[in-house]
């Protein structure tokens, strides 16, 4: 969902983050409520705006093999209005109260927020809760949408260069586990599902015991607390057990290449590398080996490739942090003119170089600022913030980590970085893609 926002407004969220740049910790408030949703509260009266939002533990991976897609598809069908909201009128709310809406869908979640003037929590409150307990799920609306998720992966993924490289990277690092299939799915399962599939999963999956509501900005809490009760609050839990993968994906034996010819001008190199789940302490120390690999111009593989050898335009490296084990991706677009394979390969002295030196401990303090920075960045706006304490309760049970887990990133040491680049990233344990134009496909031999 793409929604536009206003001048006065996107100057008031840049004043939010001016302002909480100095705050410090964040303090916040969390209690359930009698149907189980979770409910997490923060107060930040430095601006007059407030983010409703609210999260759902169901992504991709909660899906059947042969009806994937079905979580992003909600996403686009519960903004087809409610039994008190018309259909196409719930964005026209938001919009007319001065504010902006949107939604996401990951491999693990569904994200829905609001952000609102500070007067205007209360309708917040009343769309999130028209959403959870009446929304529109039924023929008409399914459609529609069906054609506008079918037109998004047309642009995003079909007709866009490079565009199905998640796909094809997902499908051959997972051959058992659910985040095999891409997250938009396939347009033949959304068509040969029928309306009750819809409401089932519906059903299933939006309910209260399956939320986190946060909510943060300009609000008075003990009168939060009690909208939140007249909207949710009545709310029936949930009946139906909550379906989750506990399918372990087998550690991989041997490096899977792929050649993907494409309407591209460029060759590029996309190598996936498999990791631990986010969270646990190996995955701290991943992510600040891809940050020292990739993050800015001064980053070893941009440094290398980039300015020195001019093997490649571009380079970049980041991890998809997942709830259960994920990959670090590498990409490289080959420069003009140059070769794939010699660009892989000064790809390869640089994993090395992780592999076999410690880095040193100038670089390594560079690093930790790097972090801490990002960290920092992530939280600056009260609807960064309602997002981190949702993320934090939902995969990890505890929303203050949004405080603490800095200090995970800082006990990781230059010893277990080298050691995961030994463990990580080799060859056995990487999905590697060349993309190529379609001009350079070989032609079939077709004999005389």
Do not use: C
Request: hydrophobic share 35%; no cysteine; net charge negative.
């Amino acid at each position: 969902m793409n929604h536009k926002t206003s001048f006065f407004f996107a100057l008031l969220m840049i004043l939010s983050a001016q302002s909480f740049a100095q705050s410090g910790k964040i303090e916040f408030e969390e209690y359930d409520l009698d149907n189980g949703m979770h409910v997490i509260l923060h107060e930040d009266k430095s601006t007059p705006i407030v983010a409703v939002t609210i999260m759902y533990h169901v992504g991709s991976k909660n899906e059947q093999p042969d009806r994937t897609g079905f979580a992003h598809f909600f996403e686009h069908l519960l903004f087809e209005g409610s039994a008190n909201i018309n259909r196409g009128e719930f964005d026209k709310y938001v919009e007319k109260a001065g504010g902006t809406l949107n939604a996401n869908t990951s491999y693990d979640r569904t994200f829905y927020f609001e952000l609102l003037p500070s007067n205007q929590l209360e309708l917040g409150l009343w769309l999130e809760s028209e959403r959870l307990l009446h929304a529109k799920v039924e023929n008409k609306g399914i459609e529609t949408q069906r054609e506008v998720v079918k037109e998004e992966r047309r642009q995003r993924v079909d007709n866009q260069p490079y565009g199905t490289w998640i796909q094809e990277m997902f499908k051959r690092a997972f051959k058992v586990h659910p985040y095999q299939w891409p997250v938009i799915g396939y347009m033949e399962h959304l068509d040969a599902a029928e309306e009750d599939d819809y409401v089932n999963f519906y059903k299933t999956f939006y309910v209260p015991n399956n939320a986190v509501l946060s909510i943060a900005g300009d609000l008075d809490i003990p009168e939060t607390k009690k909208m939140i009760e007249k909207y949710f609050g009545t709310i029936p839990k949930g009946t139906i057990d909550i379906p989750r993968p506990t399918v372990k994906e087998p550690a991989m034996t041997a490096e899977e290449r792929a050649t993907i010819y494409d309407n591209v001008q460029l060759p590029a190199i996309i190598q996936g590398f498999r990791i631990p789940a986010q969270g646990t302490p190996d995955f701290y120390a991943v992510d600040m080996l891809s940050t020292l690999l990739s993050q800015g111009q001064s980053s070893r593989l941009y440094r290398s490739l980039v300015d020195e050898q001019q093997k490649a335009l571009q380079i970049g490296a980041f991890p998809f942090g997942l709830e259960d084990a994920g990959i670090n991706v590498v990409f490289a677009l080959v420069n003009v003119g140059g070769d794939i394979d010699e660009t892989e390969a000064a790809m390869e002295k640089e994993y090395e170089r992780v592999r076999s030196e410690l880095i040193s401990e100038k670089e390594f303090q560079k690093l930790k600022n790097q972090i801490e920075n990002d960290i920092v960045s992530s939280n600056s706006t009260v609807a960064g913030r309602a997002e981190s304490l949702a993320d934090y309760h939902m995969y990890f049970g505890d929303a203050n980590l949004i405080n603490t887990e800095i200090e995970r990133y800082m006990s990781v040491t230059r010893e277990d970085i080298k050691r995961v680049a030994n463990e990580f990233f080799v060859k056995d344990n990487r999905v590697t893609l060349h993309y190529l134009p379609k001009a350079m496909e070989p032609k079939e031999d077709k004999g005389e």
